[in-house]
């Protein structure tokens, strides 16, 4: 939509350009006018495109925008604080899959050997990942705003 305004834009400006330099041309008889109207007209159009161009790369690159990013960084951090068996993280991985919405990936391994005392999840592997799951989706939903989905892989080394 940025893009087809643009466009509409850069059209209006033209007509608008080419009507104001003809204008100019009677009134003063020099020609220059209008090339000066269409440098002009195109510096404006050059200017304003920039943000569409910038905000394109981003979106094709998969990148999130900063307070996203800051978002998940929070909830990461959050995790490895609140999840004590966590061995490691090998993938932690969000992208837009539009201006407003986010998807994330995390995989974890854990080891049940290293939770405390006070964690009331019993040592059977497939209990441990569904609870360690719950947790850092619950984690991440919380903190990244525009989450549509998180898909967390545990991984129980034992």
């Known amino acids: ?7 509409v834009m850069a059209d209006t400006l033209g ?3 080419v009507i104001i330099s003809t204008l100019l041309i009677q009134q003063f008889g020099w020609t220059g ?13 050059f200017a304003s495109v920039i943000p ?18 800051i978002e998940v960084r929070s909830a990461i951090n959050q995790i490895t604080c609140s999840v004590g068996c966590i061995t490691d993280m090998p ?4 992208w837009p899959i539009t201006e407003e919405q986010i998807m994330g990936i995390v995989h974890v391994v854990v080891d049940p050997g290293m ?4 964690d009331e999840m019993p040592l059977c592997g497939t ?3 569904s609870d360690v799951a719950l947790e850092i989706g619950n984690i991440v939903r919380a903190h990244v ?3 549509q989905d998180v898909f967390v892989q545990v991984e129980v080394k034992y």
């Open 1 to 7: 939509m940025q893009g087809l305004f643009l466009h």
């Open 15 to 17: 007509s608008v350009g």
């Open 33 to 45: 006018f209008d090339p000066l109207a269409s440098i002009v007209i195109a510096a404006l159009i």
């Open 52 to 69: 569409l161009v910038r905000d394109s790369m981003h979106m094709l690159l998969l990148r999130l925008p900063e307070h996203s990013q």
């Open 91 to 94: 993938r932690v991985q969000f």
């Open 115 to 118: 939770m405390s005392a006070g």
């Open 127 to 129: 209990t441990v990942r």
């Open 145 to 147: 705003s525009g989450l």
